[in-house]
C-alpha cells in the first residue's frame, strides 16, 4: 500500500535524501550526546582517559539533588528568570515599540541597542567588573562624589549582591536582541489592524494593551522560551564576573556542572546535573506552550 506507487516511492526516497543529512547530524551531535551523557550520569569516573568507569547508578542523581550547592544554583537560575521576565521583557518590548515607531532617529537607535550584544560576553562582564569595583569602579567614586561613601560595598563579594548585579548586566546587555524578536512580531501586524483601531478612537495606550500585545503572543511565547532555557544554562557572564564565587554564592546550575566536571573531576556528578538541567528546560518549555499559551481554538 505504502509504496505501491513507483512514482510516490521515487518521490519518498528523493525527499528523503534530502532529510537523512538533518536527521543525521541531530543523530550525531544532539541525540547521541544526551544518550551518551545520561549514561556517563550513572557512573563514577574521573574523566581521565584509560581511567575505570565504575557504575554507581542513581547516586550522583541523589548526591546532586540533595546538595546545597544544587538548590543555591538553582535559586540563582530562578533569580535570572525573575529578571528576565520582570526586567529585561518590559525593556525590550518597551524598545520594540520605540524603534518601529515613525519618529525620527530609529536607525541610532536600534544600532545602540544592539551594541551591547555585539560587544561580546567577556568584554561586557569585564568592563561591568571594573566599573563595580569597590576601590576604583565608576559607581564607587560617584558615591564618594556624593557624599555617600558608606554605602559602597564590595558589589561582586556579596552574596546575593553579586548575583543581582549579574542579572541587571545581563538584562543590559540582551535588551537589544530580544528587542529584535518583539519588533518583528510588532512589525508584523496588519496596517489595516491600525487603520481599525485607529478609527474606533483605540490609540496610545489602550492601543498598546488591546491591540499590540494580543497581537505578539507568539513573540512573548518564544521570549519566554528562550528566557528560561537561557536562564538555566546562564554561565558566560556569571564567569566573566564572579567565577560563580565567592564560595559559589553567585553560581547558577551551568556554572556547577563545569566546576564539578572539570575542576573536581567528577564527571558522573556533572552529567548528573546536565541531564536534570534537560529535563526541566523540556518540562517548563512543554508547559509553557501547552499551558500558558495555549493555541486557541479555530
Known sequence: MFFKSKVYRKSFLKSLLFVLPGVALTVIFVIYPV????????????????APVTWVGLENYIKTLTSAKFWNSMLNALYFTIGGFVV???????????????????????????????LGTTAVGLMWTFLLN?????????????????????????????????????????????????AAGIVA?????????????????????????????????????????????????VWAMTNGGPMDSSATPAILLYTQGFQY?????????????????????????KVIFKQEDM
Not at 88 to 117: D, E, H, N, Q
Not at 193 to 216: E, F, M, R, S, Y
Not at 267 to 281: H, K, N, P, Q, T
Request: glycine share 8%.
Open 35 to 50: 544518550i551518551n551523557t545520561f549514561w556517563l550520569s550513572l557512573n563514577k569516573w574521573n574523566g581521565i582517559g584509560g
Open 88 to 118: 529585561l521583557m518590559p525593556i525590550a518590548f518597551g524598545l520594540a515599540l520605540l524603534v518601529t515607531s515613525k519618529m525620527r532617529g530609529t536607525k541610532f537607535f536600534k544600532a545602540a541597542y544592539l551594541m551591547p550584544v555585539m
Open 134 to 182: 569597590a576601590d576604583y569602579g565608576v559607581l564607587a567614586q560617584f558615591l564618594k562624589f556624593i557624599g555617600k561613601p558608606e554605602w559602597i560595598i564590595n558589589w561582586l563579594a556579596t552574596p546575593t549582591v553579586n548575583i543581582w548585579c549579574v542579572v541587571l548586566v545581563n538584562e543590559w546587555m540582551y535588551a537589544g536582541y530580544n528587542m529584535l524578536i518583539f
Open 189 to 237: 501586524i496588519p496596517d489595516e489592524v491600525h487603520d481599525a483601531a485607529l478609527l474606533d478612537g483605540c490609540t496610545g495606550l489602550k492601543k498598546i494593551i488591546h491591540i499590540t500585545v494580543p497581537l505578539c503572543k507568539n513573540m512573548f511565547m518564544v521570549f519566554s522560551v528562550l528566557c528560561i532555557t537561557g536562564c538555566l544554562k546562564a554561565f558566560d557572564i
Open 265 to 289: 573531576k567528577l564527571m558522573g556528578r556533572s552529567g548528573a546535573i546536565s541531564i536534570i538541567l534537560l529535563v526541566l528546560g523540556l518540562v517548563l518549555s512543554i508547559l509553557l506552550n
